[in-house]
T-cell receptor, first 112, second 109 residues
Framework: NAGVTQTPKFRVLKTGQSMTLLCAQD?????MYWYRQDPGMGLRLIHY???????AKGEVPDGYNVSRLKKQNFLLGLESAAPSQTSVYFC???????????FGPGTRLTVL | AQRVTQPEKLLSVFKGAPVELKCNYS??????LFWYVQYSRQRLQLLLR??SRESIKGFTADLNKGETSFHLKKPFAQEEDSAMYYC???????????FGKGTTLSVSS
């Protein structure tokens, strides 16, 4: 039982490049979330999903897109990376309401 | 507006001293609140939730609706308590958590 996993762990991009971050969970959770963590800003919600095939915007959705084609996977895409998107990205899942979220190990992204 | 405020970025205490990490919230109705912890090089994990009224690793937190607070307390800090602590609130729609900016707790001997 791996819980929540994220791929990749680290990535360096140049401005304008695109990439996709993958989050996978094996707990059969309905809810999945993408956050970014920045110094002094705490955790901010980017997008979330309340079930397969659904997505919704969080607090800071601009510049990101997401997809939840399979219940166990939640993808976060950056179409044209910007230096302001340099951050640590965390994925999380939960089995119902927003309570008791289980977090992945994080992806450290640097955009040059 | 729904909001979580953690007024201290950093809290430094000595081993054995009492600890209180402050959390204030803004919410219409009955809030559902949590404390999450992130130890160095580890992922965020749930520490406790107010609805459980439990004590985890010696930490407790009481919801005070009058003061709109959910402060985290521990009577005797240990060095292994050093970590980043986040207070979080379930949003009005019940679909996501709103996190505070976090407080780094540093416990030294």
């Amino acid at each position: 039982n791996a819980g929540v996993t994220q791929t990749p762990k680290f990535r360096v991009l140049k401005t304008g490049q695109s990439m996709t971050l993958l989050c996978a969970q094996d707990m059969n959770h309905e809810y999945m979330y993408w956050y970014r963590q920045d110094p002094g800003m705490g955790l901010r919600l980017i997008h979330y999903s309340v079930g397969e095939g659904t997505t919704a915007k969080g607090e800071v959705p601009d510049g990101y897109n997401v997809s939840r084609l399979k219940k166990q996977n939640f993808l976060l895409g950056l179409e044209s990376a910007a230096p302001s998107q340099t951050s640590v990205y965390f994925c999380a899942s939960s089995d119902g309401l927003a309570a008791s979220q289980y977090f992945g190990p994080g992806t450290r992204l640097t955009v040059l | 507006a729904q909001r979580v405020t953690q007024p201290e970025k950093l809290l430094s205490v000595f081993k054995g001293a009492p600890v209180e990490l402050k959390c204030n919230y803004s919410y219409s109705g009955s809030p559902e609140l949590f404390w999450y912890v992130q130890y160095s090089r580890q992922r965020l994990q749930l520490l406790l939730r107010h609805i459980s009224r439990e004590s985890i690793k010696g930490f407790t937190a009481d919801l005070n609706k009058g003061e709109t607070s959910f402060h985290l307390k521990k009577p005797f800090a240990q060095e292994e308590d050093s970590a980043m602590y986040y207070c979080a609130l379930v949003n009005q729609a019940g679909t996501a958590l709103i996190f505070g900016k976090g407080t780094t707790l540093s416990v030294s001997s």
